[in-house]
Nanobody, 114 residues
Framework: QVQVVESGGGLVQPGGSLRLSCVVS????????MTWYRQPPGKQRDLVAR???????TYADSVKGRFTISRDNAKNTVYLQMNSLKSEDTAVYYC????????WGQGTQVTVSS
């Protein structure tokens, strides 16, 4: 049974930082492509950042230079460090583990507001 569990969301002021975590079990994490998506209220779910099994990273233009994706294969965990947060970063953030199939987490809410 595959489990994908996100954590670390919350309320933060503009300009602040948060670190999201996503712990995966039930698949070979080190061989998985890990992706963070986000879905603002009333909008579609979009890719935020991706990291391959070899460590190659990809970012949406809107977060380049502010967000950093990383992985710890020993802990079966992928992280999303979010700095210089803006109100438009407010969304539910989802973790996707891709290993022959796609496995989604339940999402974690990030709200950027003063």
């Amino acid at each position: 049974q595959v489990q994908v569990v996100e954590s670390g969301g919350g309320l933060v002021q503009p300009g602040g930082s948060l670190r999201l975590s996503c712990v995966v079990s039930g698949i070979i994490f080190s061989r998985s492509i890990m992706t963070w998506y986000r879905q603002p209220p009333g909008k579609q779910r979009d890719l935020v950042a991706r990291i391959t099994s070899s460590g190659t990273t990809t970012y949406a233009d809107s977060v380049k230079g502010r967000f950093t994706i990383s992985r710890d294969n020993a802990k079966n965990t992928v992280y999303l460090q979010m700095n210089s947060l803006k109100s438009e970063d407010t969304a539910v953030y989802y973790c996707l583990a891709s290993y022959f199939q796609a496995y989604w987490g339940q999402g974690t809410q990030v709200t950027v507001s003063s």
